[in-house]
């Protein structure tokens, strides 16, 4: 009986695990890309999904190039999944250009009904975003088993299952998939940064070069991925702050054995590193950015900010304009809406739940912080969840003050309420069966 509850909440998971969860979401998602509603601005991406042939046969100097609204409105490699997708499916752009109104001017596409896109475009479109949103959920069962155990590995895997808001969100052709995939990669790869430099610290000093080498490698593609994130949407770029505060916390509070002098050489190379990654990942996919990467990103950021106020003039009923009306929105979906558990009481055992899930993340944390070596599993745990609070963080805050209330704006802030949820359980589960075998 004493191994049962120990290898339940235990932070080692066979592989076999790993490809048994791994199929049962993609086949839930491939199951829901017929089951999703669809969303005129999947017709957007599917139409201007051109850019996928332009880009991969090297052609930078293509008119899909030049400033217009599409190379204003987002960067472009949502839609370079969404024509990958389609060309497996075997359709080339001339099979999609009835979804231009004026197919010469390259500017107006007929949005409002699913009739100009046929079903099996849909599906194919559709594809590579299933299979960005098993490997996301795949990547957050993963690190929830570092944080708090293979339960909390099994119960939030659940709980995207459960989530309608997901299963409606995630298979779409728009931009939430492959945003979320590049997010939850960085959070691995911040992890296993972390988790490098604590054995660099601790560990015998034949074995401390080879650690931290590892360390600004994950670093390194820490930051690419920060910056596929923001040419996958604008606000994945927000996470970079988080990396960042990751490579300034670490040599300066994490200090083992080694000198100040190591410490401060190893935070200015990842910080370089971290950054000089981040803006290659971010214009690199872009050939519209590369004649200006200053002024046409500025442009992008000044398109954003006119796109939001024409939205709220458009949807009134839809704008967030005081601290209540605020944290009524946010309550509602990120609580109880977008969760399972979508009925009004539903609200109040999530956030519960949540904030037992908050602070099991912040005493791993703090003991962390408090720069002492640790057994290995809570080394594990506590560097998911450093992590996970700065990825968490800022990826959530600065959707939190959209001016527009928008469920599919609040996914990255669920995500990580899901994941606190699914540790709060677990340590609330784990106190119920200590005590129950005592």
């Not at 479109?125 to 909390?152: D, E, N, T």
């Amino acid at each position: 009986m004493k191994s049962f509850p120990n290898s339940l909440f235990s932070r080692r998971i066979r592989w076999w695990e790993y490809l048994l969860v791994f199929t049962a979401l993609l086949g839930f998602y491939l199951y829901h890309i017929q089951t999703a509603l669809f969303h005129p601005d999947e017709a957007n991406r599917i139409a201007t999904s051109d850019v996928f042939e332009e880009f991969f046969n090297g052609r930078f100097d293509s008119r899909v190039w030049k400033k217009t609204y599409w190379t204003l409105t987002q960067p472009p490699v949502t839609r370079y999944w969404t024509g990958l997708g389609r060309r497996l499916g075997g359709y080339v752009p001339s099979d999609f250009q009835n979804l231009w109104v004026d197919g010469l001017e390259y500017t107006r596409i007929n949005r409002e009904t699913a009739a100009t896109v046929t079903p099996r475009l849909l599906w194919w479109s559709r594809l590579p975003m299933a299979v960005l949103a098993a490997l996301s959920v795949l990547i957050i069962f993963y690190l929830c088993v570092k944080v708090s155990g293979r339960l909390a590995g099994y119960l939030v895997a659940v709980l995207f299952l459960g989530s309608y808001y997901f299963n409606q969100l995630l298979p779409r052709a728009m931009g939430e998939a492959p945003l979320l995939a590049a997010i939850m990669a960085a959070w691995y790869a911040g992890y296993r940064a972390l988790s490098d430099w604590e054995l660099a610290a601790w560990q015998p000093a034949a074995d401390r070069k080879r650690h931290a080498l590892r360390s600004l490698f994950w670093f390194g593609l820490m930051g690419l991925l920060c910056g596929i994130a923001s040419a996958s949407k604008m606000n994945g770029a927000s996470i970079a702050l988080g990396a960042g505060l990751l490579a300034l916390l670490m040599p300066l509070l994490r200090r083992g054995s080694l000198t100040r002098v190591y410490r401060l050489r190893f935070l200015f190379l990842s910080g370089g590193l971290l950054a000089i990654m981040a803006f290659a990942g971010f214009v690199a996919p872009n050939p519209f950015l590369y004649s200006d990467v200053a002024l046409r990103t500025t442009q992008m950021l000044d398109n954003r900010f006119v796109e939001m106020r024409q939205q709220l003039s458009e949807n009134p009923d839809d704008a967030i304009t005081t601290p209540a009306q605020r944290l009524s929105a946010v309550s509602f979906c990120v609580f109880q809406d977008c969760t399972p558990l979508r009925f009004y009481a539903g609200r109040f055992f999530n956030l519960a739940f949540f904030l037992a899930g908050g602070a099991v993340l912040l005493a791993a944390a703090w003991r962390w912080v408090k720069g002492s070596s640790m057994p290995e599993s809570d080394s594990e745990s506590s560097c998911a969840s450093i992590a996970t609070l700065a990825i968490a963080l800022t990826a959530s805050v600065p959707v939190l003050l959209t001016p527009i209330n928008w469920n599919r704006y609040y996914m990255l802030p669920t995500v990580f309420v899901l994941v606190a949820i699914a540790a709060g359980l677990t340590s609330l589960l784990r106190l119920l069966l200590i005590r129950s075998i005592r």
